[in-house]
């Protein structure tokens, strides 16, 4: 619903569609998805969560696409 929204807002503008990987040290003992993966901003392997977040750019105004956690197969 929401890309459906934003796609009538901007109509035949251009967006630009930008893709963000982030990873979060683990907080906290509960924290769900946790498991132990390498994650490039930590520059480290360690207990952390992934997150895969889509924005979408026009006339300088960023827009949430979607975004999705990375769950652990375990």
């Not at 979408?56 to 375990?74: A, C, R």
Request: hydrophobic share 35%; glycine share 10%; aromatic share 10%.
């Amino acid at each position: 619903m929401r890309l459906w929204l934003t796609k009538m807002f901007i109509r035949e503008r251009e967006m630009i569609l930008c893709i963000d990987e982030t990873g979060d040290k683990k907080k906290g003992k509960s924290t769900d998805y946790v498991t132990r993966q390498y994650v490039g901003n930590l520059g480290k392997t360690g207990n952390e969560i992934v997150l895969v977040n889509a924005y979408g750019v026009v006339d300088g105004i960023t827009y949430p696409l979607i975004f999705q956690i990375f769950k652990p197969k375990s």
